[in-house]
């Protein structure tokens, strides 16, 4: 199963642009980026504290009956230069992960790269 980090260059090869985003602050993530040594070309962009695009994109936990009410679940998007919604993968659970491979093969299937 091949990391995001490693599959990077198959993203750009691609035309794709990986940009993660959080509900964390900006601090926030800078001190995460510099704890993890996660620098180069990963764009990490915060959606705190209004959480707007979380929310338009159905990645955030409404559910006032939640144990967790508000939380970023973990999500998948493929969206086109044109700005269309070409993929979506939402996990049930945060501790699910995609690996780089399946999102290269949506990537791949969706026609957006």
Do not use: C, H
């Not at 996660?38 to 504290?49: E, N």
């Not at 070409?86 to 299937?109: G, Q, T």
């Amino acid at each position: 199963m091949l990391g995001f980090e490693a599959a990077m260059p198959q993203f750009e090869a691609l035309g794709a642009q990986v940009v993660g985003v959080s509900t964390d602050p900006g601090p926030s993530l800078a001190a995460w980026r510099k704890e993890n040594n996660a620098g180069g070309k990963q764009i990490l962009l915060s959606d705190f504290p209004r959480r707007q695009m979380l929310t338009a994109y159905g990645a955030l936990e409404t559910n006032e009956q939640s144990p967790v009410y508000r939380y970023a679940k973990r999500a998948y998007f493929i969206i086109d230069k044109t700005g269309t919604v070409k993929y979506v993968k939402i996990m049930d659970s945060p501790l699910n992960l995609l690996s780089a491979d399946e999102v290269l093969k949506a990537l791949k299937d969706s026609g957006a790269a």
